[in-house]
Every structure is written in C-alpha cells, then in structure tokens.
C-alpha cells in the first residue's frame, strides 16, 4: 500500500510538517512529563487510527523507557491498574480532545478540573498543545493513508 500523496516529498506538505514538529518539540521541551507526553500521543493515535503515528510512538515511548506493559494497556486505560491518577487525567482529556465531534460539548468541566489536579498551568498548556498537534498529524496520516509497515525507528521523523 502507497501512501496518496507523499507527505516529505511535497513542498507544501513538507512545509507544514516542518511547522508541526517544530511545536511538538517546543512541546517536548516542557515540563509535562515525556511519558505522559507519548501516553496521549499514543492514546489519541489509536484513537484516529492512524498506524504510522502508533507505530511511532509505541517505539518512542519503548525507547524512552516506558514498559510494554503499560503500552499494551494504553488502549484500555480505563480498567488498567498501572496508570498514575495524573496519568488517566491525561489520557481522558487526550479522548476527550480527540473526539469532539463524538460530544456536543466537547471537554467537560470534570476531565478539565480533573487533569487541572494534576498539571499546573504551563503543564495544562502543554497537554492541550500536545493533543491539538498529534490530532493533526493523525489526520494528515490518515487522510493520504500514510501505511504503517513497522519499520519506524525512534528519532526517525523529527525533521
């Protein structure tokens, strides 16, 4: 399977990347913590079924330290044990944000308040940031069908 129209072989598309990994490296940056950083990533990428993008941060969290574990139960964080409390506050504003169009409202005031506990306001920053661009990167894979064939390696698609 080919991809629709190769993302790093366009100028325009090209361009726009550049831009896009430009804030997720200010992202980076951060004082939000790297797992949490790659728990959404990783959540909101199976989320919009984009498999490059899971692919790539499944590798990138493993190479961060983050255990098979815990990736493996990423999907079904709800019932899975081995999350933090700041964790889930995380990956349900990362749900949340990613599914906007599943809720009339969007995010509620409780996943708010809730991740809020947990992140201070440069924090809170950042995990709003790091959902909106993964989101977009997300749709730029799905839409071209950008395949996901497994032989990503961590620190390959910083550009």
């Known amino acids: 399977m080919d991809a629709r129209l190769n993302l790093f072989g366009n100028q325009v598309a090209t361009k726009v990347l550049k831009y896009l990994t430009s804030a997720h490296n200010t992202v980076a940056a951060s004082t939000l913590p790297a797992t949490t950083q790659e728990l959404v990533r990783l959540r909101a990428s199976q989320i919009n079924g984009c498999g490059f993008c899971t692919d790539m941060h499944t590798k990138e969290a493993a190479h961060a330290g983050e255990t098979a574990v815990r990736l493996n139960l990423v999907a079904a964080w709800r019932e899975a044990t081995v999350f933090t409390e700041a964790e889930r506050a995380a990956l349900e504003l990362a749900e949340q944000g990613t599914r906007t169009a599943d809720a009339a409202g969007g995010v509620t005031d409780e996943a708010w308040a809730n991740a809020a506990k947990h992140y201070d306001e440069t924090q809170l920053a950042a995990l709003v940031s ?28 910083l550009l």
């Open 130 to 157: 790091t959902i909106a661009i993964i989101n977009a990167f997300n749709r730029m894979n799905v839409i071209v069908q950008q395949p996901a064939d497994g032989t990503y390696q961590p620190g390959q698609a």
